[in-house]
């Protein structure tokens, strides 16, 4: 009797062992199994791919990486009266504000640029004191432009603009061989605001202001509309 109920046990096992189902569970987990690994392909493998640093797959000709191209300021360094669009009324005051007042005009870009308070009175009594001091010790305004000339390189910065430096390149081409990185080409683009404000100040000045006004609003119309609650009168009870 217990050697039947080996046999028959035995037989179980084999059944079990050569039933169908579980070869076909055991073919379904070998193959996904093998997918998974299939599905790995380490970064080296692959071929044809360079790799950004969040480990995604870049392929060739992709403009990730590649130089994005500069912004043409909206009027040139000589166009004094600005240009005829519906800014031309501000053109004519940021032309009149260069000529009469330039102390002004570069306080109010330096405020549309920065917009902290005192920014204004700040650049602008700054500036006023190196004109006088420039205009009395060797008669022209040569030391307001060492101090101004720093917002110009944050305009273009600011609204990626091209420089004279880049404008000069493009036109000649004689210009590119010396500039191997882009820290070498700012310092050559500073270098060229520095003597845009030097040579050409009033002019390098109306230039931002219209840039300016064209792209930034004065910090005083950024003023949120303010809600008055009036609280209801005093109440009371009447009796009859």
């Known amino acids: 009797m217990a050697g039947e109920n080996n046999h028959e046990a035995q037989r179980g096992d084999d059944h079990e062992e050569s039933s169908p189902l579980l070869q076909e569970n055991d073919n379904k987990i070998c193959s996904k199994g093998d997918a998974k690994t299939a599905s790995f392909v380490p970064p080296h493998a692959a071929e044809g791919y360079g790799w950004t640093a969040d480990g995604l797959p870049v392929s060739h ?4 990486g590649e130089p994005i191209g500069r912004n043409q300021w909206n009027s040139g360094l000589f166009a004094c009266l600005g240009r005829n669009d519906e800014f031309c009324s501000s053109d004519l005051e940021v032309c009149l504000l260069g000529s009469v007042a330039p102390c002004v005009l570069y306080g109010t870009n330096a405020e ?3 917009s902290a308070p005192g920014t204004f009175s700040n650049h602008c009594l700054t500036y006023l004191g190196l004109y006088f001091v420039g205009n009395s010790l060797f008669g022209w305004n040569c030391l307001a432009p060492w101090f101004s000339y720093s917002s110009r390189s944050a305009i273009r910065r600011k609204f990626n603009l091209e420089g004279s430096f880049e404008a000069m390149n493009r036109s000649c081409g004689c210009c590119g061989s010396c500039v191997e990185d882009e820290m070498q080409r700012e310092h050559m683009e500073t270098t060229c605001d520095f003597v845009t404000h030097v040579l050409c100040h009033t002019c390098a000045l109306c230039q931002e202001g219209r840039e300016l006004r064209r792209k930034v609003p004065h910090p005083g119309f950024n003023a949120q509309s303010t ?5 209801p009168g005093e109440q009371t009870m009447g009796r009859k």
């Open 61 to 64: 000709g992709s403009v990730i």
């Open 112 to 114: 549309r640029l920065g």
């Open 227 to 231: 809600v008055v609650v009036i609280p």
